[in-house]
């Protein structure tokens, strides 16, 4: 009775249909994703140990335990040869060595890909509510030409920003002592300086937008690790639930500078309505990322790329890649000076600021930050000993033909490639005590 019962409900059209279309769905995405990746070269395997079943799913195991001190051991042990680091959250890498560094580096995009690898390492197609607009890379020629050229003209705003936020967020009490978070403090300094260039005021300082940013940019990476960790047919049905933050803070970001986008678009058309001589009696254009996204949109043409929710995008892209970067490394800075180790150097960089400041008018100018070389030397000094990154440089070999290092292995379309920075900058071969920080000028 019960098996009859049994088979006559799975049997009802109810649950037969879910169930077929649920398997032909299964079925597609295994024919989908069935194509094999790039062959792996033979080379050593860090983490693979003799005997082992499956060394490059255990390697991947031990590896993803403690990334550093494995990258650390290559160095040491194959410092002149490539070795396979297979690690959880990425495909394999085929680390190469130091000494090969400048071939990757002379490698055109057509070879070696950057933008391959950013998109494969934070799964943009599942994490970025619209993967065309990362895919579009618009904001990379944006940045090097808009942004870069004008840097000087933005350096009296932005040194007025981080003013202000190291007062909201540090307090101007100098006679109490206060307790702090400092990676956390720095990060919503970062992201409001950053907000300063990319949408201005009053949105920079917006602390719901400037939050929205923030955790934008964490959910990026975070989404990224997780979505990699699943096997790629699987990542269709996840994604949804991993990528809720990035969707939550994607629209919060978008309500809360579209109404600012809309106006900006909608003077830009006025503008160009205009005759010169009458466009000239109107304010000044905002000097922002967002105001020359615009006017780079609407030069394209193509009206996807200045509908608001796009430019908003591009606007958290940036953010993405500004915030955390300049979080990591002005904290460790920030730690090194407290420690004043070697002794004195906050002595240094005072005294070398005040004599900048006092030979510029007492205003921070491009002319000005060029000429604080032992601060420079300091911030990468600190960079060095302390660096957030146990690889760096990564990239996807795009040609066809693949590539041959110069010590004669040969690399298949689709590998990653990476080189060691941590191990690196410890090496007393490289660096002269390489473990202990120095007095400025270093570099």
């Known amino acids: 009775m019960l098996s009859e019962t049994l088979t006559t409900l799975l049997l009802r059209p109810a649950v037969v249909v879910p169930a077929l279309c649920t398997l032909v769905y299964v079925c597609v995405l295994l024919l989908k994703w069935r194509r094999r990746g790039p062959r792996l070269p033979k080379i050593p395997i860090m983490g693979a140990r003799k005997g082992d079943w499956f ?176 096997w790629a047919p699987l990542r269709p049905l996840v994604a949804p639930l991993i990528t809720l933050p990035n969707r939550i803070h994607t629209r919060a970001f978008r309500r809360l500078i579209t109404g600012e986008i809309k106006r900006r678009l909608k003077d830009y058309d006025a503008r160009q309505a205009m005759s010169p001589d009458e466009a000239k009696s109107l304010p000044v254009e905002p000097s922002d990322l967002l105001q020359w996204s615009i006017h780079q949109a609407k030069s394209n043409g ?85 660096s957030i990154l146990a690889v760096g440089l990564g990239r996807v070999v795009v040609a066809e033909e693949g590539l041959t290092t110069p010590s004669g292995v040969h690399l298949d379309k689709g590998q990653h490639v990476t080189a060691p920075v941590y191990a690196v900058m410890l090496d007393d071969h490289v660096y002269e005590d390489a473990a202990t920080l120095k007095t400025p000028p270093v570099f």
């Open 55 to 230: 060394p490059i799913l255990q390697a991947q195991w031990r590896n993803t335990r403690d990334f550093k001190t494995v990258m650390e051991q290559a160095h040491a042990q194959y410092k002149n040869q490539a070795v396979l680091v297979p690690v959880a959250s990425s495909p394999p890498l085929v680390m190469l060595p130091h000494h090969e560094v400048d071939f990757m580096v002379q490698q055109p995009d057509s070879v070696l890909g950057f933008n391959e690898r950013a998109f494969e390492l934070y799964q943009v197609d599942y994490t970025f509510v619209d993967p065309s607009v990362p895919r579009a890379t618009l904001h990379e020629a944006l940045l090097r030409t808009a942004l870069t050229p004008r840097i000087g003209t933005l350096v009296p705003a932005l040194a007025d920003e981080v003013a202000w936020a190291f007062d909201k967020h540090w307090g101007t009490n100098t006679t109490e002592w206060q307790e702090l978070c400092v990676f956390e403090t720095m990060r919503h300094i970062v992201g409001g300086v950053a907000n300063r260039a990319f949408v201005g005021l009053p949105f920079c300082r917006n602390p719901e937008l400037v939050n929205s940013g923030m955790a934008f940019a964490v959910d990026i990476p975070l989404s990224g690790a997780l979505m990699n960790l699943f």
């Open 302 to 386: 193509n009206p996807f790329l200045w509908r608001a929710e796009t430019l908003a995008d591009r606007i958290l892209i940036v953010n993405f890649a500004a915030i955390h970067t300049t979080s990591f490394t002005s904290t460790w800075a920030i730690f090194d000076l407290v420690a004043s180790i070697p002794q004195g150097t906050v002595d240094i960089l005072r005294e070398e600021i005040k004599s900048v400041l006092a030979a510029n008018g007492g205003a921070w100018t491009k002319k000005a930050l060029a000429q604080l070389v032992k601060l420079e030397s300091a911030m990468r000094e600190s960079a060095r000993l302390s």
